[in-house]
Nanobody
């Protein structure tokens, strides 16, 4: 079956760092543009970062310069390195095979002192 599983979320202080992982099964991440999205309570879902199958990356303005999306084809996984975290980064983070309805269940990131 096709499945994406996010992990790595947790509680971190402002200014801290966290790395999220998205492990895929049933699909090859190398065949898709892969994206990270997030959604906070009462807010609409926001695109955070995208890595295209050819390698280039794009980022939402709110995370530009702080987050980095990478892909490890041998592990069939996508990662999101988050640095200089802010309270407004608090959300559930989801990975997605872009252009499809393939989503993970999400992992909670909470930035608070």
């Amino acid at each position: 079956q096709v499945q994406l599983v996010e992990s790595g979320g947790g509680l971190v202080q402002p200014g801290g760092s966290l790395t999220l992982s998205c492990e895929a099964s049933g699909i090859s991440v190398s065949r898709f543009h892969m994206g990270w999205y997030r959604q906070a309570p009462g807010k609409e879902r926001e695109r955070v970062a995208t890595i295209f199958s050819g390698g280039p990356t794009t980022y939402g303005d709110s995370v530009q310069g702080r987050f980095t999306i990478t892909r490890e084809n041998a592990e069939n996984s996508v990662y999101l390195q988050m640095n200089s975290l802010k309270p407004e980064d608090t959300a559930v983070y989801y990975c997605n095979a872009v252009g499809t309805d393939i989503w993970g269940q999400g992992t909670q990131v909470t930035v608070s002192s």
